[in-house]
């Protein structure tokens, strides 16, 4: 089944404790990038990449690091967590500019 | 000026009837795309629908069916035949393929279908 996976799920934690979100995604897409949904903000774009290697920053990316290594894994390092970045965080992927985005089911983190 | 546009904050629609969701998008690039997302309260974003700017008909996938209509620049998603789970948040999307990897979010409507 084509999908694009988010892991963890759920995660709370605390501030200061380096964590990873991973995102993969098996339709073989170009580009990804990662978003965070916050009430009244809507969504909001941290970083994207258009190949392997190739990442740039979106709107919001103060405190997030990313990498691309892989075509397929997209992951979202956060590496001194605060409380500001406590959100609903989503990874997506398509496979060129002129074709729609397939996000994952979302991570919703907590940091206290 | 706002990319997407979603005016109806909250919309109800009685079980089996169509409804319309309102979208306008801004863009002076002449190649681009509009989507359509649907955000239950579980928070997942599905992917619904797409038009590309160039594409002749409207998109249909099922009950959902984009009504595009380029010179008013708007894109409503229209559900026909509602059930209670189409309850939820529902997004307007836009990308401007000459722009790299930017993509442009409404604020989105409430649908609630009532029984």
């Known amino acids: 089944e084509a999908q694009v996976t988010q892991n963890p799920r759920y995660l709370i934690t605390v501030t200061g404790k380096k964590l990873t979100v991973t995102c993969s995604q098996n339709?073989?897409?170009?580009?990804m990038s990662w978003y965070r949904q916050d009430p009244g903000l809507g969504l909001r774009q941290i970083y994207y990449s258009m190949n392997v290697e190739v990442t740039d920053k979106g709107d919001v990316p103060e405190g997030y690091k990313v990498s691309r290594k892989e075509k397929r894994n997209f992951p979202l390092i956060l590496e001194s967590p605060s409380p500001n970045q406590t959100s609903l965080y989503f990874c997506a992927s398509r496979r060129g500019q002129d074709q729609p985005q397939h996000f994952g089911d979302g991570t919703r983190l907590s940091i206290l | 000026a706002q990319k997407i546009t979603q005016t109806q904050p909250g919309m109800f629609v009685q079980e089996k009837e169509a409804v319309t969701l309102d979208c306008t998008y801004d863009?002076?690039?002449?190649?681009?795309?509009l989507s359509w997302y649907k955000q239950p309260s579980s928070g997942e974003m599905i992917f619904l629908i797409y038009?590309?700017?160039?594409d002749q008909q409207n998109a249909t996938e099922g009950r959902y069916s984009l009504n595009f209509q380029k010179a008013r620049k708007s894109a409503n998603l229209v559900i026909s035949a509602s059930q209670l789970g189409d309850s939820a948040m529902y997004f307007c999307a836009m990308s401007e393929w000459g722009t790299g990897n930017q993509f442009y979010f409404g604020t989105g409507t409430s649908l609630t279908v009532i029984p």
């Open positions: 863009t002076s690039d002449p190649s681009y795309g």
């Open positions: 339709m073989n897409h170009e580009y």
């Open positions: 038009q590309g700017s160039y």
